[in-house]
């Protein structure tokens, strides 16, 4: 199972960015997708999370900001970032988690939002 994020960028204070994730691979069933992010010197914090049946759950620090969304037959899944912040600065990576329990990391993608 191989998670390749992409969309991170450089952008200023109050823009948008939309941050992808596709899964390849076979032989699993993804029960929830999530996002988390670490900026430096921070611990890594769960940004967002969707459940295969559509729950979502956010970080009360985005709630109203961001909005993720899945797709479970391409399978991907987005994270949409608006009125960005520079506290926002992070690496963002996006995990599932399959029926079986097991989760799964891709490569994180830096988003630099300037002040």
């Known amino acids: 199972v191989q998670l390749q994020a992409s969309g991170g960028g450089l952008v200023q204070a109050g823009g948008s960015l939309t941050l992808s994730c596709v899964v390849s691979g076979s032989g699993f069933s993804i029960d929830s997708w999530g996002w988390y992010r670490q900026a430096p010197g921070k611990q890594r914090e769960l940004v967002a999370s969707i459940t295969s049946g559509g729950s979502t759950n956010y970080a009360d620090s985005v709630k109203g900001r961001f909005t993720i969304s899945g797709d479970n037959h391409k399978p991907t899944v987005d994270l949409q970032l608006s009125n960005l912040k520079p506290e926002d600065t992070a690496v963002y990576s996006c995990?599932?988690?399959?029926?079986?329990?097991?989760?799964?990391w891709g490569q994180g993608t830096q988003v630099t939002v300037s002040s």
């Open positions: 995990t599932i988690t399959s029926r079986s329990g097991i989760r799964y």
